[in-house]
C-alpha cells in the first residue's frame, strides 16, 4: 500500500539482485553488498610459488608454461654465468633433469638460441637442505646435508651461504647474515627446501654467480591467471655486490611494454647466508624482474590472480597437489595431505641420481 516500485536499495532483494542491505548497500572494501545489488566479486586465493617438485641441480624455464602459467626466465651480467638453452626431454627423463638441456649431455629438439647475455636462459634449482659435497666424516656429512652432485674434496664445490637454516639453528647455513638472533636471521618455521639461483659456469655442482649478478623474470600467462597481484618475494643471501648494493624489483603491468616506474622497488642487502622477505602490493602485473648486483636466490614468490580456476596448482606442484578453492570441501586436496618426503625429498640423488651424468 506505500505505491513505491521496488528499487535496489529499498533492502528487498528482487529479481535481477544479487543482494540487497538497503542503507548498508557500499561500495567500500569489505562490503557485502554493492550499491547496484551485485555481490562483490570473489577475490582469488593467493598462489604460493616455489620450487620443491624441480629436480635438486636442475633447471627451469619454460617447463611451468602449461600447467602453472608461468616462464621463468634467468639472465646473467657477463661470461660468468651460465644460462642453459632448454631442448626436449629424453624418453623417461623428467622435466628440469640436466638431461633436457641442450648443453647438457644433448637434449634433443634444441631451441634456435644461444645461452647468453642477451637472450637469457633457465634459471638452476638450488638445493637449501644439501648446499655442498661435504665429507663423509663431518657432522653436515652425517645429518645429511651432502649433496652428491658436489665433490667433498673440494671445499669450494658448492655454496652454503645458500643453506637453510643456518647453522645456528640446525641447519648447514653458513654466513654471518644468518645468525640466529641478527635481523635477516636464517631460522625459518617451515623448511625452505629448493631456490633458484643464477649459475656460475658449466658446472655439475650447483652454485650461484657472485657480482655482478643477473636477473631472474616471472612471467605470467594473462590468459590463464589474467593479470596478478603480487605480495611477496623471499630471498636468501643477498650479498657480495660492492658497496653493499641492494638487488631491484620492477613490474610491468598488464597492456604496458616497460615496467611501471612508480612501482620499481629497492629490496634489502642482507650478508651472507640472510633470509628476508620483502612485502609488496603490486596489481595487475603480467611480468616480475629481480635483478641481484651479486649472489643471491629466489626462494619463493606469492601473487594472487584475477582469474580464479577450480583446480589451483600451489607451491610448485604439478598436476596433483591441489587445494580447495571453490569452498566445497569435496573436489580437491589440501596440500597440508602431502607428506614432507614427497616436498623435500631426504637427498638430492632421490630425485636427482648422480649416476645421470
Given at each position: 500500500?506505500?505505491?513505491?516500485?521496488?528499487?535496489?536499495?529499498?533492502?528487498?532483494k528482487?529479481?535481477?539482485?544479487?543482494?540487497?542491505?538497503?542503507?548498508?548497500?557500499?561500495?567500500?572494501?569489505?562490503?557485502?553488498c554493492?550499491?547496484?545489488?551485485?555481490?562483490?566479486?570473489?577475490?582469488?586465493?593467493?598462489?604460493?610459488l616455489?620450487?620443491n617438485?624441480?629436480?635438486?641441480?636442475?633447471?627451469?624455464?619454460?617447463?611451468?608454461?602449461?600447467?602453472?602459467?608461468?616462464?621463468?626466465?634467468?639472465?646473467?651480467?657477463n661470461?660468468?654465468?651460465?644460462?642453459?638453452?632448454?631442448?626436449?626431454?629424453?624418453?623417461?627423463?623428467?622435466?628440469?633433469?640436466?638431461?633436457?638441456?641442450?648443453?647438457?649431455?644433448?637434449g634433443?629438439?634444441?631451441?634456435?638460441?644461444r645461452?647468453?647475455?642477451?637472450?637469457?636462459?633457465?634459471?638452476?634449482v638450488?638445493?637449501?637442505?644439501q648446499?655442498k659435497g661435504?665429507?663423509?666424516?663431518?657432522?653436515?656429512?652425517?645429518?645429511?646435508?651432502?649433496n652428491?652432485?658436489?665433490?667433498?674434496?673440494?671445499?669450494?664445490?658448492?655454496d652454503?651461504?645458500?643453506?637453510?637454516?643456518?647453522?645456528?639453528?640446525g641447519?648447514?647455513?653458513?654466513?654471518?647474515?644468518?645468525?640466529?638472533?641478527?635481523?635477516?636471521?636464517?631460522?625459518?618455521?617451515?623448511?625452505?627446501?629448493?631456490?633458484?639461483?643464477?649459475?656460475?659456469?658449466?658446472?655439475?655442482?650447483?652454485?650461484?654467480?657472485?657480482?655482478?649478478?643477473?636477473?631472474i623474470?616471472?612471467e605470467?600467462?594473462?590468459?590463464?591467471h589474467?593479470?596478478?597481484?603480487?605480495?611477496?618475494?623471499?630471498?636468501?643471501?643477498?650479498?657480495?655486490?660492492?658497496?653493499?648494493?641492494?638487488?631491484?624489483?620492477?613490474?610491468?603491468?598488464?597492456?604496458?611494454?616497460?615496467p611501471?616506474s612508480?612501482?620499481?622497488?629497492?629490496?634489502?642487502y642482507?650478508?651472507?647466508?640472510?633470509?628476508?622477505?620483502?612485502?609488496?602490493?603490486?596489481?595487475?602485473?603480467?611480468?616480475?624482474?629481480?635483478?641481484?648486483?651479486?649472489?643471491?636466490c629466489?626462494?619463493?614468490?606469492?601473487?594472487?590472480?584475477?582469474?580464479c580456476?577450480?583446480?589451483?596448482?600451489?607451491?610448485?606442484?604439478?598436476?596433483d597437489?591441489?587445494?580447495?578453492?571453490?569452498?566445497?570441501?569435496?573436489?580437491?586436496e589440501?596440500?597440508?595431505?602431502?607428506?614432507?618426503?614427497?616436498?623435500?625429498p631426504?637427498?638430492?640423488?632421490?630425485?636427482?641420481?648422480?649416476?645421470?651424468?
Open positions: 500500500n506505500n505505491c513505491k516500485l521496488p528499487r535496489c536499495g529499498d533492502g528487498i528482487q529479481s535481477g539482485e544479487e543482494c540487497d542491505e538497503g542503507n548498508n548497500n557500499s561500495n567500500s572494501a569489505g562490503s557485502t554493492k550499491t547496484n545489488c551485485k555481490k562483490p566479486p570473489t577475490e582469488c586465493p593467493i598462489e604460493v616455489d620450487f617438485d624441480l629436480p635438486s641441480g636442475g633447471f627451469i624455464y619454460d617447463e611451468w608454461w602449461g600447467s602453472k602459467g608461468v616462464k621463468i626466465i634467468a639472465k646473467q651480467s661470461s660468468a654465468g651460465y644460462t642453459p638453452r632448454p631442448g626436449q626431454c629424453p624418453s623417461g627423463v623428467p622435466k628440469g633433469h640436466l638431461k633436457c638441456y641442450c648443453d647438457y649431455n644433448g634433443t629438439s634444441c631451441r634456435n638460441w645461452p647468453d647475455v642477451g637472450s637469457g636462459g633457465a634459471a638452476r638450488f638445493s637449501t637442505d648446499p661435504y665429507k663423509s666424516n663431518t657432522w653436515q656429512y652425517r645429518k645429511g646435508f651432502h652428491s652432485m658436489c665433490n667433498p674434496n673440494n671445499g669450494s664445490d658448492g652454503d651461504d645458500l643453506g637453510s637454516p643456518h647453522t645456528s639453528c641447519g648447514p647455513g653458513v654466513g654471518s647474515g644468518g645468525q640466529k638472533g641478527t635481523t635477516y636471521e636464517n631460522c625459518p618455521s617451515n623448511k625452505i627446501g629448493n631456490v633458484l639461483i643464477i649459475q656460475e659456469g658449466k658446472k655439475t655442482c650447483p652454485d650461484d654467480i657472485g657480482e655482478p649478478g643477473g636477473s623474470t616471472f605470467f600467462d594473462t590468459s590463464m589474467g593479470g596478478v597481484d603480487v605480495t611477496l618475494g623471499r630471498f636468501i643471501d643477498i650479498d657480495d655486490a660492492s658497496g653493499r648494493v641492494n638487488p631491484t624489483l620492477d613490474f610491468w603491468e598488464v597492456g604496458k611494454s616497460n611501471t612508480s612501482l620499481h622497488k629497492t629490496t634489502q642482507t650478508g651472507g647466508n640472510g633470509l628476508y622477505d620483502e612485502t609488496f602490493t603490486a596489481n595487475n602485473i603480467k611480468r616480475v624482474k629481480v635483478t641481484f648486483p651479486g649472489s643471491g629466489i626462494a619463493e614468490i606469492r601473487f594472487r590472480p584475477s582469474k580456476p577450480s583446480r589451483r596448482l600451489l607451491r610448485g606442484q604439478d598436476e597437489v591441489l587445494v580447495d578453492s571453490n569452498g566445497t570441501g569435496s573436489e580437491e589440501p596440500l597440508e595431505s602431502y607428506s614432507d618426503s614427497v616436498l623435500y631426504e637427498s638430492a640423488s632421490d630425485m636427482f641420481p648422480v649416476d645421470a651424468y
